[in-house]
Each structure stands twice: as structure tokens, then as C-alpha cells.
């Protein structure tokens, strides 16, 4: 069973920075599962940022916006996995439901985060997955808006659930919230 470790927080509150550190802490091999499709020059830029802070180490990039659970599965040979991020995962599930003609749900999100922890129960390593706190805002004005927020705060609360530890980046100050080891 892997060690999973959740970090979360706000927009740009140096949450994937912690979690890089705390990865890069582990020993051996390691894999950044990267959950962003890059739609425009923006994002593209952003992840090219991101790609460029793990150049000088040793981590190889695998882009997976979808299968996650699948992923991870695939990932047995690293010593430690960072996810970033589950709030872009639960975003392109959703997304890609609707190009399905289909609606997505909690009870999607529930499955698809099942599917993830255990996959995470047959990593033989660590787990940081990073994810948005969005709970703490208004809630939105439209129907799609509010099924993304209930659907990213079901995934966060099933994760944190299975993680022995959550941590909480506000303005790049990390605070346990939880710790099981």
C-alpha cells in the first residue's frame, strides 16, 4: 500500500511547490503525473514552468488527464508519484462526460477516486497528490460550476480520507491537518 500524502489549498498558494519538495524527499526513481491538457499559450507556459523546476532533478513527466487510476498502475517502477492535480483530473472527467452527452456526477467522482486509491494500494511507494481547496469561495452561479465544485469536494474529502497525511498551503505556509504515520 502506498503512502498517501494530500496536499491542498488555494489558487497559487505554493502548494505543488511544498509538494515537489516533500516528493523530492523521497528517495529513488520519480514520476510527475501531470493531469493539465494544455488548451492555450497560457497553460502552455505554465507548464512549461512547472516542467523546468524538476528539469535539474531526476523526475520523468507523464501526462495523464483521464486514466489516473491507470497511471498510477503503470507507474509501479517509481519510488514516489506527485499527482498535480486532482481538481484538473475531476475537471477533465467532467468535461469529458459532457462530450459523451453524459452528465457527471458525485457518484462518478466517488467511483473514479475508488479506482485511484486502489491503484494507490498497489504502489509499492509514496503518493502526493495535490488538489484545490475550493469550498471556502461563494457558491457559483451556475449549474455546471456548482456540479464541478461538488464533485472536486467529494474527490478531496474521499482522498484526504485515505491519505495519512493532508496538509494545507496558505500563502506558502504549510499546515498539517492531518498525520497518520
Known amino acids: ?29 520519480r514520476a510527475y503525473i501531470a493531469t493539465c491538457p494544455v488548451t492555450d499559450p497560457e ?8 516542467r523546468e523546476a524538476r528539469r535539474a532533478s531526476d523526475w520523468e513527466t507523464i501526462e495523464e488527464t483521464v486514466d489516473l487510476a491507470g497511471a498510477i498502475h503503470r507507474s509501479g517502477a517509481y519510488r514516489v508519484l506527485l499527482v498535480d492535480c486532482l481538481t484538473l483530473w475531476v475537471n477533465n472527467l467532467l468535461y469529458d462526460a459532457g462530450r459523451r452527452g453524459e452528465v457527471f456526477t458525485e457518484e462518478a467522482t ?58 494545507l ?8 491537518l492531518k498525520n497518520s504515520g
Open 169 to 176: 498551503v496558505v500563502s506558502g505556509i504549510p499546515l498539517r
Open 110 to 167: 466517488a467511483a473514479h477516486c475508488r479506482e485511484v486509491i486502489d491503484a494507490c494500494g498497489a504502489f509499492p511507494g509514496t503518493v502526493v497528490f495535490v488538489t484545490n481547496e475550493l469550498g471556502m469561495g461563494i457558491v457559483p452561479d451556475n449549474g455546471t460550476a456548482r456540479r464541478f465544485r461538488d464533485c472536486a469536494g467529494r474527490c478531496n474529502q474521499m482522498m484526504a480520507e485515505s491519505a495519512g497525511t493532508v496538509t
Open 1 to 29: 500500500m502506498a503512502e498517501i500524502i494530500l496536499i491542498t489549498g488555494g489558487s497559487r498558494s505554493g502548494k505543488s511547490g511544498y509538494a515537489q519538495k516533500l516528493a523530492e524527499a523521497v528517495p529513488g526513481p
Open 43 to 50: 497553460m502552455a507556459k505554465r507548464v512549461e514552468k512547472h
